[in-house]
Protein backbone atom coordinates (compact mmCIF):
# COMPACT_ATOMS: atom_id res chain seq x y z
CA UNK A 1 0.00 0.00 0.00
CA UNK A 2 1.67 3.37 -0.61
CA UNK A 3 2.04 5.62 1.81
CA UNK A 4 2.13 9.65 0.88
CA UNK A 5 4.72 11.60 2.03
CA UNK A 6 3.72 15.27 2.51
CA UNK A 7 0.16 15.23 1.78
CA UNK A 8 -2.31 17.77 0.93
CA UNK A 9 -5.44 17.19 2.93
CA UNK A 10 -7.58 20.29 1.25
CA UNK A 11 -10.43 17.66 -0.38
CA UNK A 12 -9.97 15.81 2.73
CA UNK A 13 -11.65 18.51 4.79
CA UNK A 14 -15.30 19.77 4.17
CA UNK A 15 -13.86 23.13 5.55
CA UNK A 16 -11.14 23.14 2.75
CA UNK A 17 -7.94 24.19 4.82
CA UNK A 18 -4.98 24.43 3.23
CA UNK A 19 -3.30 22.17 5.66
CA UNK A 20 -0.98 18.76 4.74
CA UNK A 21 -0.07 15.75 6.76
CA UNK A 22 3.68 14.27 7.13
CA UNK A 23 2.71 10.69 5.99
CA UNK A 24 -0.93 9.89 4.36
CA UNK A 25 -2.35 6.14 3.93
CA UNK A 26 -5.63 5.09 3.03
CA UNK A 27 -6.00 1.19 3.68
CA UNK A 28 -8.82 -0.66 1.26
CA UNK A 29 -8.92 -3.92 2.99
CA UNK A 30 -8.36 -4.98 6.67
CA UNK A 31 -5.04 -6.59 5.98
CA UNK A 32 -3.44 -3.63 4.16
CA UNK A 33 -4.35 -1.46 7.67
CA UNK A 34 -3.43 -4.18 9.53
CA UNK A 35 0.11 -4.30 8.04
CA UNK A 36 0.35 -0.21 7.92
CA UNK A 37 -0.50 -0.54 12.28
CA UNK A 38 2.14 -3.38 12.54
CA UNK A 39 5.25 -1.83 10.51
CA UNK A 40 7.22 0.02 12.98
CA UNK A 41 8.19 2.87 10.51
CA UNK A 42 5.03 4.70 11.48
CA UNK A 43 4.60 3.28 14.76
CA UNK A 44 6.11 6.41 16.64
CA UNK A 45 4.33 9.06 14.68
CA UNK A 46 1.09 10.82 15.51
CA UNK A 47 -1.81 8.69 14.51
CA UNK A 48 -5.06 10.50 13.09
CA UNK A 49 -8.01 8.56 11.57
CA UNK A 50 -9.72 10.66 9.45
CA UNK A 51 -13.04 9.84 7.22
CA UNK A 52 -14.49 11.98 4.78
CA UNK A 53 -12.77 14.91 7.44
CA UNK A 54 -16.31 16.61 7.86
CA UNK A 55 -16.08 17.68 11.47
CA UNK A 56 -12.40 18.45 11.76
CA UNK A 57 -11.12 21.63 12.25
CA UNK A 58 -7.34 21.57 11.16
CA UNK A 59 -5.42 24.21 12.65
CA UNK A 60 -2.04 23.31 11.38
CA UNK A 61 -0.42 20.50 9.33
CA UNK A 62 -0.65 17.24 10.95
CA UNK A 63 2.97 15.72 12.08
CA UNK A 64 2.41 12.39 11.54
CA UNK A 65 0.76 9.80 9.78
CA UNK A 66 -2.87 10.23 8.92
CA UNK A 67 -5.01 6.90 8.00
CA UNK A 68 -8.53 6.92 6.41
CA UNK A 69 -9.43 4.07 6.01
CA UNK A 70 -11.07 3.04 2.55
CA UNK A 71 -13.02 -0.30 3.31
CA UNK A 72 -16.31 -0.66 1.14
CA UNK A 73 -19.53 -2.97 1.03
CA UNK A 74 -22.87 -3.50 2.15
CA UNK A 75 -23.30 -7.08 3.27
CA UNK A 76 -26.51 -8.82 4.68
CA UNK A 77 -25.47 -10.72 7.70
CA UNK A 78 -28.94 -11.83 9.13
CA UNK A 79 -32.28 -11.66 8.83
CA UNK A 80 -35.22 -12.67 10.63
CA UNK A 81 -39.09 -11.83 10.90
CA UNK A 82 -38.42 -7.93 11.23
CA UNK A 83 -34.99 -6.98 10.62
CA UNK A 84 -32.21 -7.27 8.72
CA UNK A 85 -28.60 -6.98 9.76
CA UNK A 86 -25.61 -5.04 7.41
CA UNK A 87 -22.28 -5.40 7.92
CA UNK A 88 -21.12 -2.22 6.34
CA UNK A 89 -17.22 -0.90 5.38
CA UNK A 90 -15.90 1.84 7.29
CA UNK A 91 -14.91 3.71 4.04
CA UNK A 92 -18.85 3.51 2.41
CA UNK A 93 -20.23 7.00 2.16
CA UNK A 94 -22.99 7.59 5.10
CA UNK A 95 -25.39 8.70 2.91
CA UNK A 96 -24.91 5.82 -0.07
CA UNK A 97 -25.43 3.78 2.95
CA UNK A 98 -28.84 5.62 3.62
CA UNK A 99 -29.59 5.41 0.16
CA UNK A 100 -28.91 1.83 -0.11
CA UNK A 101 -31.05 1.21 3.30
CA UNK A 102 -34.41 3.34 1.66
CA UNK A 103 -33.91 1.11 -1.57
CA UNK A 104 -34.29 -2.03 0.22
CA UNK A 105 -37.34 -0.38 2.12
CA UNK A 106 -34.99 -1.35 5.38
CA UNK A 107 -35.98 1.68 8.26
CA UNK A 108 -33.71 3.05 10.63
CA UNK A 109 -31.58 5.67 8.66
CA UNK A 110 -33.32 7.61 6.82
CA UNK A 111 -34.04 10.57 8.84
CA UNK A 112 -30.20 10.44 9.12
CA UNK A 113 -30.04 10.71 5.24
CA UNK A 114 -27.70 13.82 3.30
CA UNK A 115 -25.11 14.20 6.27
CA UNK A 116 -21.97 14.39 4.76
CA UNK A 117 -19.11 11.46 5.98
CA UNK A 118 -18.39 7.63 6.06
CA UNK A 119 -20.02 5.11 8.01
CA UNK A 120 -16.85 4.60 9.96
CA UNK A 121 -17.53 7.94 11.90
CA UNK A 122 -21.29 7.44 12.59
CA UNK A 123 -20.23 5.43 15.94
CA UNK A 124 -17.51 7.59 16.65
CA UNK A 125 -20.21 10.52 16.72
CA UNK A 126 -23.36 9.21 17.02
CA UNK A 127 -24.57 11.36 14.28
CA UNK A 128 -28.00 12.45 15.00
CA UNK A 129 -30.25 14.75 12.89
CA UNK A 130 -34.70 15.24 12.78
CA UNK A 131 -35.10 12.76 15.70
CA UNK A 132 -33.16 10.03 14.94
CA UNK A 133 -29.60 9.31 15.81
CA UNK A 134 -27.27 6.04 14.90
CA UNK A 135 -26.82 4.47 18.06
CA UNK A 136 -30.51 3.79 17.28
CA UNK A 137 -29.59 1.09 14.60
CA UNK A 138 -26.53 0.36 15.20
CA UNK A 139 -25.89 -3.07 17.36
CA UNK A 140 -22.11 -3.41 16.91
CA UNK A 141 -18.71 -1.80 15.46
CA UNK A 142 -15.98 -4.07 14.35
CA UNK A 143 -12.52 -2.06 15.18
CA UNK A 144 -8.53 -2.80 14.46
CA UNK A 145 -6.49 -1.40 17.83
CA UNK A 146 -3.76 0.84 16.34
CA UNK A 147 -1.29 -0.59 19.53
CA UNK A 148 -1.21 -3.92 18.16
CA UNK A 149 -3.46 -4.49 14.81
CA UNK A 150 -5.54 -7.36 17.09
CA UNK A 151 -9.34 -6.97 16.16
CA UNK A 152 -12.10 -5.64 18.61
CA UNK A 153 -15.57 -5.92 18.65
CA UNK A 154 -17.49 -3.81 20.34
CA UNK A 155 -21.68 -4.85 21.76
CA UNK A 156 -23.71 -1.14 21.02
CA UNK A 157 -23.57 -1.37 25.26
CA UNK A 158 -19.91 -1.05 25.02
CA UNK A 159 -20.31 1.78 22.34
CA UNK A 160 -21.13 4.18 25.84
CA UNK A 161 -23.20 6.21 22.64
CA UNK A 162 -24.24 9.49 23.98
CA UNK A 163 -25.13 13.10 22.47
CA UNK A 164 -22.83 13.27 19.41
CA UNK A 165 -20.58 10.81 21.91
CA UNK A 166 -19.27 7.41 22.22
CA UNK A 167 -16.56 5.29 23.79
CA UNK A 168 -14.43 6.24 20.68
CA UNK A 169 -14.11 10.18 21.75
CA UNK A 170 -13.50 9.23 25.01
CA UNK A 171 -11.67 6.07 26.56
CA UNK A 172 -10.62 3.94 23.14
CA UNK A 173 -9.87 7.75 21.24
CA UNK A 174 -7.56 7.45 18.75
CA UNK A 175 -6.70 3.95 19.75
CA UNK A 176 -9.51 2.01 17.63
CA UNK A 177 -10.13 2.14 13.99
CA UNK A 178 -13.56 1.26 13.30
CA UNK A 179 -13.22 -1.17 9.94
CA UNK A 180 -17.46 -1.94 9.89
CA UNK A 181 -20.40 -1.09 11.45
CA UNK A 182 -23.36 -3.67 12.04
CA UNK A 183 -26.59 -2.10 11.40
CA UNK A 184 -30.36 -3.82 12.72
CA UNK A 185 -32.98 -2.07 10.38
CA UNK A 186 -36.51 -2.85 10.49
CA UNK A 187 -38.21 -4.50 7.44
CA UNK A 188 -41.78 -2.96 8.63
CA UNK A 189 -40.26 1.04 9.52
CA UNK A 190 -42.24 2.83 11.49
CA UNK A 191 -41.80 6.33 10.16
CA UNK A 192 -40.63 9.50 12.21
CA UNK A 193 -42.02 12.57 10.37
CA UNK A 194 -42.91 15.11 13.64
CA UNK A 195 -39.49 16.62 13.84
CA UNK A 196 -38.44 19.97 12.83
CA UNK A 197 -40.21 21.09 9.28
CA UNK A 198 -40.40 17.56 8.10
CA UNK A 199 -44.46 17.55 7.71
CA UNK A 200 -44.49 20.64 6.05
CA UNK A 201 -41.94 19.24 3.35
CA UNK A 202 -43.98 16.08 3.13
CA UNK A 203 -47.02 17.79 1.75
CA UNK A 204 -45.16 18.16 -1.17
CA UNK A 205 -45.59 14.29 -1.87
CA UNK A 206 -47.98 12.48 -3.21
CA UNK A 207 -47.83 9.92 -0.37
CA UNK A 208 -45.62 9.21 2.94
CA UNK A 209 -42.75 6.69 2.15
CA UNK A 210 -39.67 5.83 2.91
CA UNK A 211 -38.04 7.78 -0.38
CA UNK A 212 -40.34 10.35 0.14
CA UNK A 213 -38.90 10.84 3.55
CA UNK A 214 -35.75 10.70 2.54
CA UNK A 215 -36.22 13.16 0.05
CA UNK A 216 -38.19 15.73 2.43
CA UNK A 217 -34.63 15.65 4.54
CA UNK A 218 -32.39 16.57 1.75
CA UNK A 219 -34.57 19.29 0.75
CA UNK A 220 -34.87 20.60 4.41
CA UNK A 221 -31.12 20.31 4.46
CA UNK A 222 -30.38 21.61 1.32
CA UNK A 223 -32.23 24.92 1.97
CA UNK A 224 -30.79 25.21 5.52
CA UNK A 225 -26.50 24.05 5.12
CA UNK A 226 -24.45 25.02 3.15
CA UNK A 227 -23.37 22.64 0.15
CA UNK A 228 -19.49 21.95 1.12
CA UNK A 229 -18.58 22.02 -2.23
CA UNK A 230 -19.45 25.44 -2.62
CA UNK A 231 -18.76 26.59 1.20
CA UNK A 232 -16.39 25.24 3.27
CA UNK A 233 -18.24 24.20 7.05
CA UNK A 234 -17.76 21.39 9.38
CA UNK A 235 -21.80 21.17 9.91
CA UNK A 236 -22.72 22.27 13.26
CA UNK A 237 -19.67 23.54 15.25
CA UNK A 238 -21.17 23.84 18.89
CA UNK A 239 -23.24 20.77 20.43
CA UNK A 240 -26.13 22.17 21.84
CA UNK A 241 -25.59 22.69 25.28
CA UNK A 242 -27.65 20.76 28.15
CA UNK A 243 -28.04 23.39 31.34
CA UNK A 244 -29.92 22.69 34.47
CA UNK A 245 -34.02 23.20 34.41
CA UNK A 246 -33.80 26.72 36.52
CA UNK A 247 -31.10 28.30 34.17
CA UNK A 248 -33.55 27.15 31.19
CA UNK A 249 -36.52 28.33 33.15
CA UNK A 250 -35.08 32.13 33.22
CA UNK A 251 -33.92 32.36 29.88
CA UNK A 252 -37.32 31.13 28.36
CA UNK A 253 -38.92 33.82 30.57
CA UNK A 254 -36.55 36.23 28.47
CA UNK A 255 -37.44 34.62 24.75
CA UNK A 256 -40.30 32.77 24.82
CA UNK A 257 -39.43 31.41 21.57
CA UNK A 258 -36.48 29.41 22.82
CA UNK A 259 -37.46 26.03 22.13
CA UNK A 260 -36.23 23.62 24.68
CA UNK A 261 -35.52 19.83 24.54
CA UNK A 262 -36.07 17.55 28.19
CA UNK A 263 -32.96 15.51 28.50
CA UNK A 264 -34.21 14.24 32.29
CA UNK A 265 -35.93 16.20 35.33
CA UNK A 266 -33.26 18.88 36.34
CA UNK A 267 -31.68 19.23 32.68
CA UNK A 268 -32.99 20.37 29.39
CA UNK A 269 -31.05 20.69 26.20
CA UNK A 270 -31.26 24.37 25.06
CA UNK A 271 -30.62 25.59 20.27
CA UNK A 272 -26.97 26.73 20.61
CA UNK A 273 -28.32 28.30 17.23
CA UNK A 274 -30.93 30.44 19.18
CA UNK A 275 -28.37 31.56 21.45
CA UNK A 276 -25.45 32.72 19.00
CA UNK A 277 -28.07 34.26 17.17
CA UNK A 278 -29.44 36.22 20.19
CA UNK A 279 -26.01 37.10 20.86
CA UNK A 280 -25.42 38.42 17.18
CA UNK A 281 -22.97 36.66 15.37
CA UNK A 282 -25.83 35.47 12.75
CA UNK A 283 -24.35 36.09 9.30
CA UNK A 284 -21.37 38.16 10.93
CA UNK A 285 -18.22 37.47 8.60
CA UNK A 286 -14.96 37.98 10.03
CA UNK A 287 -12.42 37.84 7.46
CA UNK A 288 -12.41 34.48 5.22
CA UNK A 289 -14.48 32.70 7.88
CA UNK A 290 -17.92 33.70 9.32
CA UNK A 291 -20.99 32.63 10.67
CA UNK A 292 -23.52 30.98 8.45
CA UNK A 293 -26.45 33.43 7.34
CA UNK A 294 -29.19 30.66 7.44
CA UNK A 295 -27.81 28.58 10.53
CA UNK A 296 -25.82 30.54 13.22
CA UNK A 297 -24.36 26.89 14.60
CA UNK A 298 -22.37 26.85 11.36
CA UNK A 299 -18.84 28.57 10.90
CA UNK A 300 -18.08 28.82 7.25
CA UNK A 301 -14.85 29.03 5.50
CA UNK A 302 -15.51 31.81 2.29
CA UNK A 303 -11.61 30.50 0.73
CA UNK A 304 -8.20 31.30 1.39
CA UNK A 305 -8.18 31.44 5.47
CA UNK A 306 -7.10 29.32 8.23
CA UNK A 307 -8.54 26.65 11.02
CA UNK A 308 -6.98 29.06 13.31
CA UNK A 309 -9.31 31.60 12.20
CA UNK A 310 -11.76 29.65 12.54
CA UNK A 311 -10.84 28.46 16.01
CA UNK A 312 -10.42 32.31 17.33
CA UNK A 313 -14.05 33.17 15.73
CA UNK A 314 -15.66 29.94 17.69
CA UNK A 315 -14.24 31.60 20.79
CA UNK A 316 -15.21 34.64 20.40
CA UNK A 317 -18.96 33.70 19.99
CA UNK A 318 -18.15 31.06 22.98
CA UNK A 319 -17.18 33.99 24.92
CA UNK A 320 -20.18 36.24 24.39
CA UNK A 321 -22.40 33.18 24.69
CA UNK A 322 -21.42 33.04 27.92
CA UNK A 323 -21.31 36.85 29.13
CA UNK A 324 -24.89 37.36 27.25
CA UNK A 325 -26.66 33.93 28.82
CA UNK A 326 -24.52 32.09 31.48
CA UNK A 327 -24.32 29.21 29.26
CA UNK A 328 -21.04 27.37 28.13
CA UNK A 329 -20.83 26.56 24.87
CA UNK A 330 -18.85 22.62 23.71
CA UNK A 331 -17.62 22.40 19.94
CA UNK A 332 -19.41 19.98 18.25
CA UNK A 333 -16.12 19.50 15.86
CA UNK A 334 -12.43 17.95 16.24
CA UNK A 335 -10.24 20.53 16.68
CA UNK A 336 -6.69 19.16 15.73
C1 LIG B 1 -22.81 20.43 5.90
C2 LIG B 1 -22.66 19.48 7.06
C3 LIG B 1 -23.78 19.02 7.72
C4 LIG B 1 -23.67 18.14 8.81
N1 LIG B 1 -24.79 17.69 9.44
C5 LIG B 1 -24.69 16.83 10.48
C6 LIG B 1 -25.86 16.34 11.14
O1 LIG B 1 -26.98 16.65 10.77
N2 LIG B 1 -25.69 15.50 12.19
C7 LIG B 1 -24.47 15.11 12.61
O2 LIG B 1 -24.39 14.32 13.56
N3 LIG B 1 -23.35 15.54 12.00
C8 LIG B 1 -23.42 16.39 10.95
N4 LIG B 1 -22.29 16.86 10.34
C9 LIG B 1 -20.97 16.45 10.85
C10 LIG B 1 -20.36 15.24 10.12
O3 LIG B 1 -21.00 14.99 8.91
C11 LIG B 1 -20.43 13.97 10.98
O4 LIG B 1 -19.79 14.17 12.21
C12 LIG B 1 -19.79 12.76 10.29
O5 LIG B 1 -20.04 11.58 11.00
C13 LIG B 1 -18.30 12.90 10.11
O6 LIG B 1 -17.90 11.85 9.27
P1 LIG B 1 -16.51 11.85 8.56
O7 LIG B 1 -16.36 10.53 7.88
O8 LIG B 1 -16.35 13.05 7.73
O9 LIG B 1 -15.54 11.88 9.82
P2 LIG B 1 -14.30 12.85 10.13
O10 LIG B 1 -14.78 14.25 10.22
O11 LIG B 1 -13.19 12.56 9.20
O12 LIG B 1 -13.92 12.33 11.58
C14 LIG B 1 -14.76 12.59 12.68
C15 LIG B 1 -14.20 11.84 13.90
O13 LIG B 1 -14.33 10.44 13.72
C16 LIG B 1 -13.05 9.81 13.76
N5 LIG B 1 -13.08 8.75 12.74
C17 LIG B 1 -13.45 8.88 11.44
N6 LIG B 1 -13.42 7.68 10.83
C18 LIG B 1 -13.03 6.79 11.77
C19 LIG B 1 -12.81 5.37 11.78
N7 LIG B 1 -12.97 4.62 10.68
N8 LIG B 1 -12.41 4.79 12.94
C20 LIG B 1 -12.24 5.53 14.06
N9 LIG B 1 -12.42 6.85 14.12
C21 LIG B 1 -12.82 7.47 12.99
C22 LIG B 1 -12.04 10.90 13.48
O14 LIG B 1 -10.78 10.60 14.03
C23 LIG B 1 -12.72 12.08 14.15
O15 LIG B 1 -12.49 12.05 15.53
C24 LIG B 1 -22.38 17.72 9.23
C25 LIG B 1 -21.24 18.18 8.55
C26 LIG B 1 -21.38 19.06 7.47
C27 LIG B 1 -20.15 19.51 6.74
Keep these: MTVHADYSLKK ?21 LRELLSGNRYARLPQLILGGGSNMLFCADFDGLVIQPRITGIEKTAETADDVYLRVGA ?10 AV ?26 AY ?29 AFGYRDSIFKQAWRGRAIVTHVVFRLAKQPVLRTHYGTIEEELKKFPEVTLQTLREAIIAIRRKKLPDPQELGSAGSFFK ?10 ELIAKDPQMAVYPVNGDYVKLPAARLIEQAGWKGKRAGAVGVHAQQALVIVHYGGGTGREALALSSLIGQSVYEKFGVQLEPEVNII
Design 12 to 32: LNTFGFDVRAKFFAAPETIET
Design 91 to 100: GVVWDDFVAY
Design 103 to 128: QHHWGGVENLSFIPGQVGASPVQNIG
Design 131 to 159: GAEAKDSIRQVECLLCATGERKVFTAEEC
Design 240 to 249: NPVVPKKLAD
